[in-house]
């Protein structure tokens, strides 16, 4: 424990607000017009918020946004998908926290905030908050509570006995996530008995998650092989990732979805083009794979050659010596630039809209075109914007702490 | 059992494996390659739609909303890409300067010796770059732009007024409830602009921070300890080390928005990619208009980064 530093270069609260805002008289004036200037714009927004806003365009399309035109009596599925997300959340959550700390002298692990109570407490505010708020029907409501309920009792339960469990166990529970999608991807779409809803009926969240999910799922490992390609001797596998991602990352996306939309149909057998949602997923994957290609190789630019030599001389064959010993060192360097890329993906789904299709900002604009909400545009764009920010926002925070986590100064060792 | 001294078999021989890796490698893409272009010639000969350009001399038979260059239904298909490729470097080049001097601007307040300010510009990056462009757009166009009041109502300065049916420069006069005035910006361009340039700037505040960043404390040391005052310290001392740092990060920044003007379509604008889009349903010449595309973005592309490059060469330390 480092002793306490002296108490007179502690400013007090009411010290460090006179540092910082009124340093100088110039920087005086400034703090004034800014505070003026910040009142004014949260008055205003206050009293349009309460005042002139008509928030039912929301809660009245709730479900739209969610789901899209998603049959209703196909709907349990998404539910049931929710639950086991919701499961798996819980479990892994639980698991991590109880990770054994380090001895007391390293710090602790920070990928799961230490205060990950706090997490909760968000979590279960939202939880009660959100279905008030959305003034969902008595029914749904239950329904949400319950998923929280189970999702902070599988934490606890998981953190309780999570490390009784064999050691096997453990260490095949990571793979329940991949099954989950491909039991999600069942659930949603149909198939092994269940009733097919096209993908056009998918929309809203519903539609933006899962291409997001499925792109950055896609795009990654893409854009690894692009990357060790594009470093590679071979001059031709050089040559052909430089013009592959020369030519993605000279194009905009809108055009290139727009290429998937006119002109896939053109390039395949007849029949064979698959449905307008997946080309666009497509496109979505094969534009990010470019980007985290160029993420990827500055990564790989920072490991030192004598790495591969190193590990080359011991006799390992170069996938092997990629895999086990230049690419771990590369992602922890490349880690930022490509959660990066993944939270632009996120935002590009948004660019589905221009091409017809449902997602979130498709369905907002069904939603202004529907006489009835005529004019609540404020109110949509703006829900919408508090959305898309906090996804990215917390994907930032959780690139963020794995970076702290994976950093070989930082981390605790085993 | 072959003995451990026994060369590898060829297929592992390093003289051998690199092409071997590549022969297979160029078939794959080659199979793929060919069978798409097979497709492609099939399909658009089924069609009849061979390339071919001679349809961009048939008159166009829309109209655009704005244009510099004069434009009408009668004019050519080529006119009509050309009038869009102008209108989009317009709000590119637009873009660009408001970019660069919003961005300047955040970035350095982030050095503020206020603490307010420090605080502001990092939650105007944080806001910013977390929210889909596409959305801010449309937020612009529709929530802010649409909603100007028009007529007497309009908002008026001295030598401006800004009104639902546009941005008025010069002298602007009311004309039958219509303002008129010699320079004249719509609202789709306005939100078209604003958007860009609120956007751009947020990256680019973070590079020109990144940048000053960069910089040495004992750099700001020196210059006061030397007498120089804080903006005459950062304009004589610190920025011309810190662009060399900035100017390739804002290379790929002006990149990405001569790429995110495409998407102007959202708030009406007519670009060249919604001028495209427009071509394309009434002629049906996917692969033409798309090649148009592609090659009007790449050379925008290459252009700024021919330009950034040589602004590069001019900011980086000569060494002897």
Known sequence: MAPAPPATLRPGPWQWLRRELFGSRLDGLISIALLGFLLAAALGLAKWAIFQAQWTVISANSTLFAVGRYPLEQQWRLWLLTTLLALATGLSWGLLRALPRSGSSGPPPILWPRNDRWAAAILVLLALWRPLALQLTLAIQLRWWAITALLLLARWA??????????????????????????????????????????????????????????????????????????????????????????????????????????????????????????????????????????????????????????????????????????????????????????????????????????????????????????????????????FWCCCAALGLGSRALETRLNPNLAPSR | MTSRSAAPPWWRNRRYL?????????????????????????????????????????????????????????????????????????????????????????????????????????????????????????????????????????????????????LFLGDPQLVNGVWQAPLRFSVEFGALLTGLVVYTAAFNAEVVRGGIASVPKGQWEAASSLGFAPLVTLRRIVLPQALRVIVPGLNSQYISLAKNSSLAVACGFTDLYSVSETTLNQTGRAVEVMLILLGSYLVIDLVISALMNGLNGLVQLKER
């Open chain 1, 158 to 387: 998981a953190g309780r006995w999570g490390q009784a469990l064999p050691p096997l166990v453990r260490r095949l529970i990571p793979l329940i996530w991949p099954l989950l999608y491909l039991v999600g991807m069942v659930l949603i779409s149909g198939g092994l008995g269940l009733v097919q809803v096209a993908p056009s009926d998918w929309g809203g969240l519903l539609l933006t998650l899962l291409m997001a999910t499925f792109a950055i799922l896609l795009c990654f490992p893409l854009g690894v092989l692009l990357a060790l390609g594009r470093r590679s001797t071979l001059p031709l596998l050089r040559w052909g990732s430089l013009l592959y991602i020369e030519f993605i990352r000279g194009a905009p996306l809108i055009t290139l979805l727009f290429l998937g939309q006119n002109i896939l149909g053109f390039l395949l057998p007849g029949g064979l083009a698959p449905d307008r949602v997946w080309r666009a997923a497509w496109v979505l994957t094969f534009f990010a794979a470019a980007y985290v290609a160029e993420a990827v190789r500055s990564g790989l630019a920072a490991v030192p050659a004598g790495q591969l030599e190193a590990a080359r001389s011991l006799g390992l064959s170069m996938p092997f010596a990629l895999i086990h010993v230049v690419l771990p060192q590369a992602m922890r360097v490349a880690l930022p630039a490509t959660v990066g890329q993944f939270i632009t993906l996120l935002q590009d789904t948004t660019l589905l809209s221009l091409i017809g299709l449902l997602d979130l900002l498709g369905t907002a604009r069904t939603v202004m075109a529907n006489p009835a909400f005529l004019g609540r545009n404020a109110e949509v764009y703006l829900v919408l914007a508090v959305l």
């Open chain 2, 18 to 166: 690199p092409w071997l890796v590549q022969g297979v490698v160029a078939l794959a893409v080659g199979v793929v390659v060919a069978f798409l272009l097979s497709n492609l010639l099939l399909n658009l000969t089924a069609r009849g739609l061979l390339l071919s350009w001679s349809w961009l001399g048939q008159p166009a038979g829309f109209d655009l909303a704005e244009s510099i260059l004069p434009f009408d239904a009668s004019l050519p298909y080529w006119r009509a890409l050309l009038a869009g490729l102008v209108n989009t470097l317009r709000v590119v080049i637009a873009g660009l300067v408001g970019a660069t001097v919003l961005g300047t601007l955040i970035g350095t307040a982030s050095f503020s010796s206020n603490g307010l300010l420090r605080g502001l510009a990092r939650v105007y990056v944080e806001v910013i770059r977390n929210i889909p462009l596409l959305l801010q757009l449309i937020f612009w166009y529709f929530v802010v732009f649409l909603a100007l009041p028009n007529g007497t109502d309009a908002i008026q300065l001295p030598g401006l007024v800004l009104a639902k049916s546009g």
